[in-house]
């Protein structure tokens, strides 16, 4: 625009009409003979009144004058604004420098001192939930002394919940965090519904596997079956709780990103739990059948 400014013509020599047209042409002004609008020419604001234009038609420093006024105006507005930017970046920078020195005393940077207060509060409630697992081993300690088998396997069948847990749960973070699921209750039964689906096969194909894998290391069809079908059950509960739990910690305002520490904890609390059970009920069963 300044540039088709620098190159107009002067009007001097033309008539008052046609040097008004002309003018008024250049500031974005209508025809005064016709009444028609021109196509600004010239910055926003910059506008030829007809006054001006009768009266100054014949100057050829008319445009220059008010194109010197826009330009000082615009001058003064980005010295202004300069200067405020300039005033809030000293403030970032004293604000910064207040935040480093009162983190721990200026030993550790304020961003460190949130992640581990953020981090260390939910990994210090985290450990005493999973402390409580030794309540479940201490009631079935009989069971464990009997059959030593479902010590040697109790690791595997609490390690599979947790790795097929911790899949659903990411898979819903990702989900969250990409806004491809929200948390409305039709997203949340379709996702749910899809993993229940997962889950059984799952569990179908790891509890396989697991017989064979006991079978071959213990020779004993009872402690394969009985260890085999914990193994179902855990994959099967922690692949839902896995998808329950992301959205549980959404709906509460808490980031879904911490069920995946926590489906951990979960699921060696009910992995133990759905074993000692499952595999007490299984083993009675069949020494009664045994007995008889």
Not at 200 to 225: D, K, P, Q
Not at 227 to 235: D, E, Q
Request: overall charge positive; charged content about 20%.
């Amino acid at each position: 625009e300044l540039d088709r400014m620098r190159r107009h013509r002067p009007v001097t020599g033309l008539g008052v009409r046609q040097g008004a047209n002309e003018v008024a042409k250049r500031g974005g002004g209508r025809c005064l003979s016709s009444g028609t609008p021109f196509p600004s020419l010239a910055p926003r604001g910059f506008k030829a009144t007809t006054q001006e234009v009768k009266r100054k038609g014949r100057s050829s420093n008319f445009i220059s004058i008010k194109r010197r006024r826009w330009l000082g105006r615009l001058g003064a507005e980005n010295e202004d604004r300069t200067r405020e930017e300039g005033e809030s970046a000293r403030m970032d920078i004293e604000r910064r420098d207040i935040d480093k020195k009162g983190a721990l005393g200026g030993l550790v940077a304020p961003e460190i001192a949130d992640e581990v207060y953020t981090r260390g509060r939910w990994l210090i409630g985290l450990l005493v939930l999973q402390s409580s697992s030794s309540f479940v081993l201490d009631k079935f300690q009989e069971l464990l002394k009997d059959h030593i088998v479902v010590t040697l396997f109790l690791t595997m069948l609490v390690g599979a919940g947790g790795n097929a847990g911790n899949q659903s749960a990411i898979k819903v973070i990702r989900g969250l965090a990409t806004k491809k699921m929200d948390g409305s209750l039709d997203t949340k039964m379709r996702v749910l519904y899809q993993q229940l689906q997962v889950g059984l096969f799952l569990g179908i194909s790891l509890a396989t596997i697991g017989y064979l894998r006991v079978y071959v290391t213990n020779g004993s069809h009872e402690n394969a079956f009985a260890i085999s079908l914990s193994l179902f059950f855990i994959v099967l509960t922690s692949t839902v709780l896995g998808t329950t739990l992301p959205f549980v910690l959404f709906d509460m305002g808490f980031d879904p990103a911490n069920a995946g520490t926590s489906i951990q904890v979960l699921m060696d609390i009910l992995g133990v739990s759905i074993t000692c059970v499952t595999c007490s009920f299984i083993l009675s069963s069949f020494a009664e059948s045994v007995a008889h």
